[in-house]
């Protein structure tokens, strides 16, 4: 379970008295923070209502933006779920794509491309039968969490039916490994 709350960090001030807005985001037993870009006078928070207080010049517009930050990280929490880290949730926040939705063919088909355009052939053209060896076999674009134990036991049993040596599905393996 994760819990959210908006507090004024009162631990550091800046040089001009104010002191940071931050969500403390609690997850496991562990804290962490996220600075809101917000800072005040501590005698402009309320701490009982977690707001800014009314005499604050700008608290309409300042206590909007923290209550919009406030939703976008609920909204994250919910979408990961199960799957809460919190790089993820900063990534999320930041509106970065998590990794899981990159499937690991696309990852892989970058890096080849990269590697062709920095001249280092030989290595891309060992990741990239790798690669199709191991998308054959699982007759789709796999995403990363996919990608597990059970699925290379597979892939190694299928490659020695096929009459593969050891020394070759090594090499294969190697590259997947590298690319995971």
Do not use: C
């Amino acid at each position: 379970m994760v819990n959210v709350k908006t507090k004024l960090d009162t631990r550091r001030p800046k040089a001009d008295g104010t002191y940071n807005i931050i969500y403390r985001i609690t997850h496991i037993n562990r804290v962490y923070t996220i600075n809101s870009g917000i800072s005040i006078l501590e005698h402009y928070w309320d701490s009982q209502h977690f707001q800014i207080i009314k005499q604050q010049p700008n608290a309409k517009l300042l206590n909007l933006k923290l209550l919009k930050d406030y939703f976008k990280i609920e909204k994250a929490i919910l979408t990961l779920d199960d799957d809460f880290t919190i790089e993820k949730l900063r990534s999320f926040i930041k509106g970065e794509a998590p990794n899981t939705t990159k499937s690991f063919k696309k990852f892989a088909q970058e890096l080849i491309d990269q590697m062709m355009d920095e001249g280092r052939t030989e290595n891309a053209l060992v990741y990239q039968a790798a690669v199709n060896r191991l998308t054959a076999f699982s007759n789709d674009d796999i995403a990363f969490n996919k990608i597990d134990y059970k699925l290379l036991t597979e892939f190694i049993h299928q490659l020695k039916l096929e009459g593969l040596r050891t020394n070759s599905i090594s090499n294969y393996l190697r590259s997947i490994s590298t690319l995971l």
